[in-house]
């Protein structure tokens, strides 16, 4: 999603302002731009379709001066990604930056042309910068114009604001879309998140819904939607933000999925008391002998770690889990029965669908527990249980280590669900806790297979369609790969239920659609076989990632077997969503496609 930067400082404002954009880079965008007031209060600005290096090369021939400035990647949603639809917009003497969608923005649109307001993009957030033009042309303080401007938008935003004439000013506003104000030894800063901060600044204010701030180079207001001035807590910039690097890896990618065995164990010993082989009491302050259901509500692949999930719930707790995408959530008639927990994964804590889901289960009294991955984030403020995973920041665009860290903490919720209900006795418990434990090992061992995936990627690589199959756990297993592959190769893939394809993708069936068929061996393994047996007896190029007991009683379809550690069946989903990690980086490699920025995608997405 767009990316917001601002800074009031003593040097020149353009390559800060390009830096802390290209930390903002993994959120995804397509088009950049930058405006700087001068001393004199001179503005000019620079645009570019394209990644940032565009915008680099644009500034590096024709200069931008001035210590004041705000910057801009831009995700579209109104308009092509094209250089005149570029942020900032400006309607002198005021430049904006915006992130989020402005849903009036067709009456508003109108309102301004017959206004007189001549308009040059086709975007929603020009229309902010002319409403604050007027308001300032008749005369209006930038307080009140930015109040009034902001009163007449509806949707989400965060908003930066540079004014033509002052080289000492910004202002910013947030309503829906995240955006912090840090402080540190070059100036005063605006970003849309803490990554974009954490090298320039130690303490950083995140606006609440609603805020507007004022920023000069000596102090920073801030006030709520009424006009009221308002203190918000100054909080330090997370230390393991700024360990925001590659490292010796290619990409945020592999170093990411590299990372997962770490990041599991960390998320796992928050959860469980490790030497003991026993939940954390304090670790998931539910009691759920209070609740005969729980819904569970989420996006992309936080969505598939729900798929999982479910069975966990059910099977360990006999809990029946409701469980739905975000998007579909928030427009279903819904009930909400009391005794209901509603549940909800983000790896951002900033998905726009997400967070109206939490919301309008506040909004009918819902207890609301979130597993979230970045703790400053807004569902993680507005959920009334916060269940962290530890994953660190996660800057490849296609979230990996988030996904298993949230596997982990839905497994020991599950646990802890079937202790509360007395549905798993302390012997039975006790054996899953003791497998989860294995799962860092187990999860580092199946990193092994790197190299043998490197080859079955150069098969796959060139196909136009790709299907992938599973059932029970794996099932969400096997969406979680094909949507990996999808992301990442731009090749067509689908997930099934291995029981569905004979209603219909078995049609799709012939020599160049490779199948990939996700079978570890537990009591559905036999039943998955047969399935691959029969889309290998239409042609099928068929890669089964299965474990050594799997391996042995698969029979010959499978042109290539991935042999993953023998593990505990109740960490299966964690050890086989490794090779499929893995399987969709190569093959995004093989085609050259960009890994840590597919096209089109957005890392948080802020927006509906
Ligand atoms: C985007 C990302 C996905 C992510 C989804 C949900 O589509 O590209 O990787 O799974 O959003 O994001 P969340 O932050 O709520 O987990």
């Not at 308009?79 to 400006?90: F, I, L």
């Not at 309503?175 to 070059?186: C, N, Q, R, V, Y």
């Not at 990041?263 to 539910?286: E, F």
């Not at 054996?431 to 490197?454: F, G, M, T």
Request: with cysteine.
């Amino acid at each position: 999603m767009c990316g917001i930067v601002g800074i009031i400082g003593q040097r020149d404002a353009a390559p800060l302002l390009l830096d802390a954009l290209k930390r903002l880079e993994y959120r995804g965008y397509d088009s950049a731009g930058l405006a700087t007031v001068d001393a004199q209060g001179a503005m000019s600005r620079r645009r570019s379709a394209g990644k940032l290096r565009n915008l680099e090369r644009r500034v590096e021939t024709e200069p931008l001066v001035g210590g004041t400035g705000i910057g801009h990647t831009r995700w579209a949603t109104h308009g092509a990604p094209n250089e005149a639809n570029a942020h900032p917009h400006v309607a002198a003497p005021v430049a904006v930056v915006h992130n989020g969608i402005i849903e009036n923005f067709r009456a508003l649109r109108d309102r301004l042309a017959k206004s007189g307001a001549t308009l040059t993009s086709e975007t929603d957030s020009e229309t902010i910068a002319h409403l604050m033009a007027q308001r300032l042309a008749a005369g209006e303080d930038v307080k009140t114009a930015l109040l009034g401007t902001i009163g007449a938008l509806e949707g989400a935003y965060a908003l930066a604001f540079a004014f033509e004439g002052q080289p000492q000013l910004l202002a910013a506003a947030r309503s829906g879309s995240p955006l912090a104000i840090g402080f540190g030894d070059d100036g005063v800063m605006i970003g849309s998140d803490a990554i974009a901060l954490a090298p320039f600044c130690d303490k950083i204010i995140y606006l609440d819904d609603g805020d507007v701030a004022i920023l000069t180079p000596t102090r920073v207001d801030i006030f709520d939607q009424s006009g009221t001035p308002v203190e918000r807590p100054a909080v330090a910039v997370p230390v393991q933000i700024s360990l925001a690097e590659k490292g010796n890896y290619r990409h945020f990618m592999a170093k990411e999925i590299h990372e997962q065995p770490e990041v599991i164990a960390r998320t796992i010993g928050h959860y469980l008391d490790i030497g003991a082989a026993t939940m954390r009491s304090d670790a998931v302050p539910i009691d759920f002998a209070d609740y005969r259901r729980v819904s569970l509500t989420a996006c992309g692949t936080a969505y598939y770690s729900g798929l999982v999930a479910r069975h966990w719930f059910e099977h360990l707790a006999r809990l029946p889990v409701d469980l739905d995408v975000a998007s579909e959530f928030r427009y279903r008639a819904q009930n909400f029965p009391r005794d209901e927990l509603s549940m909800f994964v983000s790896q951002s804590g900033e998905t726009a669908d997400t967070l109206a889901s939490l919301r309008a289960c506040r909004a009918a009294g819902q207890t609301i527990a979130t597993i979230v991955n970045v703790p400053t984030s807004t569902m993680a403020r507005e959920t009334d249980i916060m269940l962290p995973t530890l994953a660190g920041p996660e800057i490849g665009v296609a979230s990996t280590k988030a996904f298993t860290c949230q596997l982990a903490t839905l497994a020991a919720v599950a646990i802890k669900a079937g202790l509360d209900r007395g549905t798993l006795d302390e012997a039975s418990a006790r054996e899953k806790i003791e497998a989860l434990i294995e799962a860092p090992r187990l999860v580092a061992d199946a990193l092994h297979v790197e190299p043998q995936i490197e080859r079955i990627a150069k098969i796959v690589a060139p196909a136009r369609s790709a299907l992938f199959i599973g059932r029970g756990p794996a099932y969400g297993i096997a969406l979680e790969g094909a949507l990996k592959l999808k992301e990442l190769s731009y090749i067509h893939a689908e997930g099934y239920a291995a029981g569905e394809l004979k209603h219909g993708p078995i049609a799709l069936v012939d020599d160049s659609v490779p199948v990939v068929v996700v079978a570890p061996y537990d009591d559905l393994f036999a039943k998955t076989v047969s399935n691959m047996e029969e889309v290998a007896a239409r042609g099928a190029r068929i890669i089964l990632i299965t474990d050594a007991r799997g391996a042995d009683a698969a029979g010959e379809a499978a042109e290539e077997t991935l042999v993953m550690p023998d593990a505990p069946s109740f960490i299966h989903p964690l050890v086989m969503t490794v090779p499929l990690q893995l399987l969709a980086y190569h093959a995004a490699i093989t085609n050259g496609t960009d890994v840590d920025q597919p096209r089109n995608l957005a890392k948080s997405v802020t927006v509906e």
